[in-house]
């Protein structure tokens, strides 16, 4: 992955939280076992699981403030100087934080272009928040062990960096790369179009091959292919064939079948709430090809 080194860079939606989180200090969410054991792993995505039902109920986490539903706190988080320094393609082709602002540029210029013109929902962008340690967000208070997620009631999407080498590649063995993260954020922004569009609504079943949470989950990996398509031709990013694999190896990563195996558990469908590793192929490389909203229309599909 290649950024066009004359690209001007927005940093205006992506911030920093820094590490500790919010004033009081991080609150952990309490986890049976440690990260590294097997078991951590279900742990962590009992964790995951429980925010994305939360959030699929359509109500998110209680808010401390206790405000509207679209209201947040993170106006109390600080933001640290992280990408101040961002300003152009060559930066991002030579820092890694700099590189998440170019992707989530070349995010927000997609779906601005492709919602409107192939749905009739207006598009309005996500902000995008990066932490360690832990964060408060409109769906309440998060700690890095839940994995980068989307907040639907603040609209922002979250990630403890630290997430891809020590998960996604530690515990899951990824191969890692370049493109692992920003195929990540590209899911999470699938998630925001669902939001958009509403169809965060239609999610009745939360758990199970056949579930409606699986269907969104695939759907999600199904727009990262439709943006991933894009970027590839874009003037701002330049992909290689490599970079596909690496989106392809990082869905297969964290199917729910690998996940289940890597902690020790054996593969129980009826346990899935994100579809398994060829699922997640299948659909990224659907949304990549076809490059539709329609072609990603996982809830009418009889055969997932
Ligand atoms: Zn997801």
Not at 174 to 186: H, R, S, T
Not at 282 to 293: C, D, I, P
């Amino acid at each position: 992955m290649r950024f066009n080194p004359k690209a001007r860079l927005d940093t205006s939606r992506v911030r920093d939280g820094g590490g500790g989180g919010a004033s009081g200090g991080p609150m952990r969410i309490p986890l049976p076992g440690g990260t590294k054991a097997g078991g951590g792993i279900g742990a962590v995505l009992i964790v995951i699981l429980f925010l994305i039902l939360q959030q699929c109920a359509g109500g998110g986490l209680p808010s401390p403030g206790g405000g509207t539903s679209s209201g947040t706190d993170t106006s109390r988080m600080q933001d640290t100087e992280r990408y101040d320094n961002c300003k152009t393609g060559d930066d991002a082709n030579t820092d890694v934080d700099c590189a998440r602002v170019a992707v989530e540029n070349s995010l927000v210029d997609y779906w601005a272009d492709t919602l409107p013109s192939q749905s009739d929902t207006q598009f309005s962008p996500a902000s995008m928040t990066t932490f360690s340690g832990a964060v408060p967000t409109g769906c309440g208070q998060a700690s890095s062990q839940v994995g980068p997620f989307y907040c639907p009631p603040d609209q922002g999407i979250y990630l403890d960096t630290t997430f891809f080498a020590d998960v996604l590649e530690g515990q899951l063995g990824g191969q890692g790369g370049d493109f692992v993260e920003p195929y990540v954020l590209a899911h999470e922004y699938g998630h925001h179009v669902q939001n958009l569009m509403g169809t965060m609504g239609r999610v009745r079943t939360q758990q199970g091959a056949d579930s409606d949470a699986v269907r969104l989950e695939l759907q999600a990996d199904c727009y990262a292919g439709m943006w991933t398509a894009h970027a590839e031709d874009s003037e701002l990013i330049t992909l290689d064939p490599a970079d596909i694999e690496e989106a392809l190896d990082s869905a297969k990563a964290v199917g729910d079948d690998r996940i289940q195996q890597k902690s020790g558990q054996g593969v129980d469908p009826e346990g899935w709430t994100h579809g398994s590793s060829e699922q997640r192929m299948a659909w990224f490389t659907r949304g990549y090809e076809e490059g539709s909203l329609e072609a990603c229309d996982t809830f009418s599909a009889s055969d997932l």
